[in-house]
């Protein structure tokens, strides 16, 4: 039976996840749908990021990425949610926080609001339905 020694070029790419270091980026997740935060989470952490926390909205994420920085390189923030939406939160933060990295999240169709949010500081946006290989290089660039 062969070894992975036999392969040395088989899987060799470092995950997205790590940094430099080899320690993962910590990520907060902000998103009212369980499933969408689910998901993200799972291509996150498959790929060596360490998915720290998770908001069910807008203001639960804002009070999140207080209580974590700077302890936090990345945020990923539904635009749509309830009591507090993802741009008005996306806002909130950049105000606490400049140098904030937050990747939106947005269904088809809310173009106006992913261009707004770029305008306020957001570093890049993943369209759903999330497909994985597009995740992790919007968050790659994003991380730059």
């Known amino acids: 039976m062969r070894s992975k020694g036999d392969f040395p070029n088989l899987n060799e790419k470092d995950p997205e996840g790590l940094k430099p270091d ?24 498959s790929a060596g990021f360490s998915v720290v926390a998770t908001a069910a ?4 994420g804002v009070e999140k990425y207080k209580e974590l920085h700077p302890n936090l390189d990345l945020v990923t923030m ?21 140098g904030a990295r937050v990747v939106m ?16 500081g957001a570093k890049n946006y993943i369209v759903k339905p999330l497909d994985r290989k597009k995740v992790l290089e919007r968050i790659t660039v994003a991380l730059r």
Do not use: C, H, W
């Not at 907060?28 to 689910?38: E, G, H, N, P, T």
């Not at 999240?105 to 306020?120: E, P």
């Open 78 to 98: 539904d635009i749509t949610m309830p009591k507090m939406d993802g741009v008005t939160a996306l806002q909130k933060i950049i105000e606490y926080d400049k």
């Open 105 to 120: 999240i947005s269904a088809l169709g809310k173009n106006d609001l992913v261009k707004n949010s770029l305008i306020i």
């Open 57 to 60: 909205n807008g203001e639960e």
């Open 22 to 45: 080899g320690s993962p980026y910590r990520v907060l997740i902000v998103d009212d749908s369980m499933f969408v935060a689910k998901q993200l989470g799972q291509i996150l952490t």
